[in-house]
């Protein structure tokens, strides 16, 4: 079994626009480096409602308190800078390798 890093950070919430109403989660500090760079947000359903939206945000503020990431540790930070190029380009196959 690879051995795994896990890392953590405080988040909180807001509301955007974009295209239709989202969620975005946002991390206190960059201390997760898998997502250095990375924005998150929750895609919300067709027809939710500016008001509803704030209830789920209260919900999520009240209750949600971090974000956890676990990563294996067995990939050199070459690899890992790699594969995070293959994901900003729109790789699906996440299983090939680009050897230089």
């Known amino acids: 079994m690879a051995a795994s890093k896990i890392e953590k950070a405080g988040v909180g919430f807001a509301i955007a626009q974009q295209g239709g109403l989202v969620i975005e ?11 250095c760079g990375v924005q998150i947000s929750f895609e919300l359903l067709n027809g939710i409602s500016l008001e509803q939206a704030k209830e789920i945000l209260d919900v999520l503020k009240e209750n ?5 990431v676990i990563s294996t540790l067995d990939e050199t930070p070459a690899e890992a800078v790699d594969a995070k190029a293959r994901v900003a380009a729109g790789w699906r196959n996440f299983n090939e390798t680009v050897k230089p």
């Open 25 to 35: 989660v946002r991390p206190h500090h960059d201390t997760i480096s898998a997502l």
């Open 64 to 68: 949600v308190i971090g974000l956890s």
